[in-house]
C-alpha cells in the first residue's frame, strides 16, 4: 500500500492485519524484520515471505498474543523456502520482534560448549549462529541446555566484533507456557542460560530474534518516567540507531511512588528502633 514501514505481507489462510498495525516485512542491511498484529486466522502456514527475506535455516520465535494478553504462549517456525507457521497461537499474533539474517548476508557459527547441543530435527533447523551488520549483531539457531546445567556456567561466547559495547544484556526466552530462560550476554561475549524453575529434561532454546547494537559511539540513554530506574549500571537502558534500525536495551525496574519519601536501607534495616546500634546496645545492657 505504499505507506509505513516496509511492503505488506501477503497473509494466507483467512488471516488478516490489523487497521492500525499492518503486517509488513522490510530487508535492510541484510537483515529482515516483519512486524504488525493479524488475527482471524486458522493455525498452519500464516503467510509466505519474499524471496529476498528468507533465512538460511529453519528459524523458531517464541511470540505473544496480540490483543488479548501475553501469558498467551505460542510460536512461529520461519522456513528456508519462505512459509511462516503458527504453532498454538490465539487469536491475535503479534509479528513484532521477528527478526534474522537474509540468504545474502553471512552467518557464523556460535561457539558452544559440547554440552549444548545444535539441535537438529527432521528439518534443516538453523544451528546457533550470529551475524554482525552495520552495527547490530544478531542470533540465530536452536540449542539444547540441559536441566542440570547451572547458571553460572558460561555456555556459549561471541567475538569481538559481536558483544555488547559498554554494559550487560538480558532476553527473556519463551520455551513453553510456564517456563522461561534469561539469556545473559556480557561484555566479554561470554553467554549465560537461567531457567524460571529447576525442572527435569532437556529444554530446547531458540536464540532467534536477539538483536543488539555493538557500536559505543551510537549508543544513547533512555529517557525514563517518573518510577522506573535501571536496575542495576550494567544493564543501563540504551538505544542504538543505525541506518533506519532503532535497537533498545537494558533493563528498567518500577519503584511505586507515595506521597512519602522512601527510607534509606539504613532505615529499613533500622526499623522503627531509633538511634544507632552502639545506642540499642547500651540501653539493652542498662549502661
Not at 490489523?18 to 512486524?35: D, I, K, M, P, Q
Not at 500464516?46 to 504462549?73: V, W
Not at 554440552?115 to 544451528?127: E, L, T
Not at 541446555?145 to 519463551?174: D, H
Amino acid at each position: 500500500d505504499g505507506t509505513g514501514f516496509g511492503r505488506a505481507l501477503r497473509l494466507k489462510n483467512l488471516w488478516k492485519s490489523e487497521n492500525h498495525t499492518r503486517a509488513r516485512y522490510e530487508v535492510r542491511n541484510g537483515l529482515c524484520f516483519l512486524s504488525g498484529i493479524i488475527y482471524g486466522g486458522t493455525k498452519g502456514t500464516m503467510a509466505r515471505l519474499h524471496p529476498q527475506c528468507r533465512p538460511h535455516a529453519g528459524l523458531k520465535f517464541s511470540i505473544n498474543d496480540g490483543r488479548e494478553n501475553n501469558m498467551t504462549y505460542g510460536y512461529i517456525k520461519v522456513f528456508e523456502n519462505g512459509l511462516v507457521v503458527c504453532h498454538a497461537c490465539g487469536s491475535s499474533v503479534s509479528l513484532s520482534g521477528i527478526v534474522f539474517a537474509t540468504l545474502d548476508t553471512a552467518a557464523y557459527p556460535m561457539y558452544i560448549v559440547p554440552a549444548m547441543r545444535a539441535y537438529i530435527g527432521v528439518r534443516p533447523w538453523s544451528r546457533p549462529e550470529f551475524s554482525a551488520v552495520s552495527g547490530l549483531c544478531a542470533l540465530q539457531g536452536l540449542l539444547k541446555i540441559p536441566w542440570w546445567w547451572p547458571s553460572k556456567w558460561r555456555f556459549g561466547r561471541l567475538p569481538v566484533a559481536c558483544r555488547p559495547p559498554s554494559q550487560w544484556l538480558q532476553f527473556n526466552i519463551k520455551v513453553n507456557k510456564a517456563y522461561t530462560y534469561r539469556i545473559t550476554i556480557n561484555v566479554f561475549g561470554s553467554m549465560y542460560a537461567t531457567p524460571s524453575k529447576r525442572q527435569l529434561g532437556t529444554k530446547e532454546v531458540s536464540l532467534s530474534g536477539i538483536i543488539f547494537g555493538t557500536s559505543v559511539p551510537d549508543a544513547a540513554l533512555v529517557a525514563l518516567m517518573k518510577g522506573y530506574r535501571s536496575n542495576w549500571r550494567r544493564f543501563e537502558p540504551t538505544y542504538t540507531v543505525t541506518k533506519g534500525m532503532c535497537s533498545v536495551e537494558g533493563e528498567l525496574q518500577y519503584m511505586a511512588v507515595t506521597g512519602n519519601r522512601r527510607r534509606s536501607w539504613g532505615q529499613r534495616r533500622r526499623g522503627s528502633t531509633s538511634g544507632s546500634w552502639g545506642q540499642r546496645r547500651r540501653r539493652r545492657r542498662g549502661w
